[in-house]
């Protein structure tokens, strides 16, 4: 394709844009977690260490001048109240970026392991909890890029009997889209 | 390339579009690839005749050619992959081969004419192991697609027609279908 990473113009606007995980690719990992269903909802249950494994590009409308970062997020739940234990977990992702023509964990290999630290479990059972779980510095990043990422519950202070499920991950970034090029 | 005036979308900005293929997808297939775990990427690795079946739709703000007959393809299906060999050890080759087909509502899936055949030619795996490797796999004629036609994909490794085949497997790290898309100027009033 032609216009394949062309700079992008001069003149444009920015805003907030968000990359979708497809909740099945949570299935996938070195130690995976449980799906569990909260029909509607589909989800994935957490135990301390358990991992999926997924691929997020650099969208191809990433803003690149100056280039923007990116925040992994993740929407879960706990069928435990706070009240019961003050639980709480820990969210991890680990993360290396990749172009084309790079080693995939070669030299230049742009590792980076990101912790939230503990999170207390929702005052309700089954309350949606928002985590931002790390930041793709920016300087880890160029337009379209692979991004490995793993998803961990690591360790925390006080574990719930309950095991925490994912519900939504994604990957927010700031988009630019040119009107002129 | 501003400006653009399309019969059909009016003018607008045409820029490139990605519609990520989840890698987990290649899972599924007549003789699927193995997964392979390099964490934190996820990959599969294809033997000789190893295939993924996936599908997709042709996105709303995809641009159609208004004359495709006389111009180049716009749509194509790229991939990322390495192998854990370097080219030196046995300068082995693959070659990578996609098989689509197209419909509509109302249309007979595997109706004849609207499916298309490409392949890579012999390529060699690169210098380094699990360097990563982009390659158009293929295109989708213009001709016979149009906005949210439901696109079936089988990609496959097939055999090489000199090359020396690697001892390890190829590795597929990424797959996307990258097309024009156009981004249409203003609004329709009230």
Do not use: H, K
């Not at chain 1, 030299?107 to 479990?121: C, F, P, R, S």
């Not at chain 2, 697609?145 to 990424?174: K, M």
Request: hydrophobic share 40%; charged share 15%.
């Amino acid at each position: 394709m032609v216009v394949t990473r062309r700079g992008q113009g001069d003149y444009g606007y920015q805003d907030t844009y968000r990359y979708d995980i497809p909740i099945t690719s949570l299935a996938a990992g070195l130690a995976p977690p449980d799906a569990v269903t909260r029909a509607p909802y589909r989800a994935y249950a957490y135990t301390v260490n358990d991992n999926s494994l997924f691929t997020v590009p650099v969208p191809i409308d990433w803003a690149r001048n100056p280039a923007s970062t990116m925040d992994v997020y993740v929407r879960w739940v706990c069928n435990e109240n706070f009240a019961l234990a003050t639980a709480d977990i820990q969210w991890r992702i680990v993360y290396d970026t990749v172009d084309q023509n790079n080693q995939v964990l070669g030299a230049a290999a742009t590792t980076a392991t990101l912790d939230t630290g503990d999170v207390d479990i929702p005052v309700t059972a089954l309350m949606i909890q928002e985590t931002n779980i790390g930041t793709i510095i920016a300087a880890n990043l160029a337009a379209v890029d692979t991004i490995g990422l793993e998803l961990w519950r690591i360790a925390s202070t006080t574990t719930p009997t309950a095991e925490p499920e994912a519900i939504a991950v994604w990957v927010e970034y700031t988009r630019f889209i040119s009107t002129y090029q | 390339m501003a400006n653009v005036n399309s019969p059909l979308q009016g003018y607008g900005t045409l820029t490139e579009g990605r519609i990520e293929i989840p890698i987990e997808t290649l899972a599924a297939g007549a003789i699927p690839p193995a997964p392979v775990t390099t964490a934190p990427y996820r990959g599969y690795a294809y033997t000789v005749g190893d295939d993924s079946y996936f599908q997709f739709a042709l996105p709303i703000d995809m641009m159609e050619e208004t004359n495709p007959s006389t111009t180049p393809a716009d749509t194509g299906i790229f991939i990322r992959w390495g192998c854990n060999e370097t080219y030196a050890a046995n300068t082995g080759s693959v070659r990578w081969q996609i098989a689509w087909e197209t419909c509509s509502q109302n249309s007979e899936v595997l109706a004849a004419g609207r499916a298309g055949r490409y392949q890579t030619n012999d390529i060699q795996v690169p210098t380094l192991a699990r360097q990563v490797q982009e390659t158009r796999v293929g295109d989708l004629m213009d001709q016979y697609i149009e906005v949210g036609d439901t696109v079936g994909v089988t990609l496959s490794r097939i055999a090489t027609e000199n090359g020396a085949t690697p001892v390890l497997e190829p590795e597929i790290y990424a797959v996307w279908v990258s097309y024009f898309r156009l981004m249409q100027w203003g609004s329709v009033g009230r």
